[in-house]
């Protein structure tokens, strides 16, 4: 059990379609992370909540990509027109100030 | 950016041989922490290191923070199939970076039976 349930595991959808992912802390945490993650790499860092509040936004959020916390529980990352280059797995964490605890991921596949 | 460079990136060792991987980095950090990785799943927190010079170990697995804080290590000791998958090393510059994490590329880790 990670602490952190991501909707849906996987995700195919073709060029242009919108996506939307949803992350469920299982418990409360102030510190939300979105990550993506390609084929061979390490997770990159896209965005961070403080409970309802996005504090941080990596240069790979581009204005296609954005990402919610409304009530500082659930949060939902949504990709407007996607593009080829947008297939990774998106992670979900939850940490304090310094660890932190992935979901099991959303593997989005743009067809 | 910071960039963490994880090496090997590769290993093939037989059941019960010692594995040894590391992370360096051009930057300092205030923590280091090593993760796990199984195909088709998020990565699972193994040790965290919160201090340099820090020597960790939980059970199989013992890691160390650099004394420069640019650096850390990972062994694993008398290796088991179920060791198999992708280790990452990931550091983190504290408060003021928000708490992000910044990973290295991976080690992948194949055991023989």
């Known amino acids: 059990d990670t602490g952190v349930s991501q909707d849906p595991r996987h995700k195919i959808t073709k060029r242009g379609q919108n996506v939307t992912f949803r992350c469920d802390p299982i418990?409360?945490?102030?510190?939300l992370y979105w990550y993506r993650q390609t084929l061979g790499q390490g997770p990159e860092f896209l965005t961070y909540?403080?409970?309802?509040?996005?504090?941080?936004k990596s240069r790979l959020l581009s204005d296609r990509f954005s990402a919610e916390r409304p009530k500082g529980s659930f949060s939902t990352l949504e990709i407007q027109r996607t593009e080829q280059g947008d297939s990774a797995m998106y992670l979900c964490?939850?940490?304090?100030?310094?660890?932190?605890?992935f979901g099991q991921g959303t593997r989005l596949t743009v067809v | 950016g910071q960039q963490l460079n994880q090496s090997p990136q590769s290993m093939f060792i037989q059941e019960g041989e010692d594995v040894s991987m590391n992370c360096t980095s051009s930057?300092?950090?205030?923590?280091w922490l090593w993760y796990k990785q199984d195909p088709g799943e998020g990565p699972v927190l193994l040790i965290a290191l919160y201090k340099a010079g820090e020597l960790t170990s939980n059970g199989r697995l013992t890691a160390q923070f650099g004394i420069t804080r640019k650096d850390s290590f990972l062994n694993i000791s008398a290796s088991i199939p179920s060791d198999v998958g992708i280790y990452f090393c990931?550091?983190?510059?504290?408060?003021?970076?928000?708490?992000?994490?910044?990973f290295g590329e991976g080690t992948q880790l194949t055991v023989n039976p």
């Open positions: 964490a939850v940490g304090g100030v310094t660890e932190a605890f």
């Open positions: 930057s300092i950090f205030n923590t």
């Open positions: 990931a550091g983190q510059l504290g408060e003021t970076s928000g708490s992000r994490l910044t």
């Open positions: 418990s409360e945490h102030n510190r």
């Open positions: 909540f403080q409970n309802e509040a996005q504090l941080e």
